[in-house]
């Protein structure tokens, strides 16, 4: 069982910046995909962004040129930095780790999840 810690999340005003973390309790050299995702209050949770473990990373449209995911091996650690952030980024944001397809759903699942960490922007 892996255990994902995420940190870092908190109140900040529009415009500004905060940096994520999510710390496993295993080693991640070998985990294949990481990511980011967020659920807003009584919406879905959606994803932010994934990174491989050759360091390929995907964002979704919305955070494209404001958040950078990164992942350190060496500290089992990945990151999320947000900056030029806005009230609509305002959720609860999780880190998830290996990813693999659930032929029953016909989808691509993540096996692993933190219990989130809040971030909420002012206006």
């Known amino acids: 069982q892996v255990q994902l810690v995420e940190s870092g999340g908190g109140f900040v005003q529009a415009g500004g910046s905060l940096r994520l973390s999510c710390a496993a309790s295993i080693s991640i050299k070998n985990i294949n995909v990481m990511a980011w995702y967020r659920q807003a209050p009584g919406k879905r949770r959606d994803l932010v962004a994934t990174?491989?473990?050759?360091?390929?990373?995907t964002y979704a449209d919305s955070v494209k040129g404001r958040f950078t995911i990164s992942r350190d091996n060496d500290k089992n650690t990945i990151y999320l930095q947000m900056s030029r952030l806005n009230p609509t980024d305002t959720a609860v944001y999780y880190c998830?780790?290996?990813?693999?397809?659930?032929?029953?759903?016909?989808?691509?699942?993540?096996?692993?999840w933190g219990q989130g960490t809040r971030v909420t922007v002012s206006s």
């Open positions: 990174i491989t473990d050759g360091g390929v990373t």
């Open positions: 998830a780790a290996n990813r693999r397809f659930r032929a029953a759903v016909g989808r691509y699942e993540y096996d692993f």
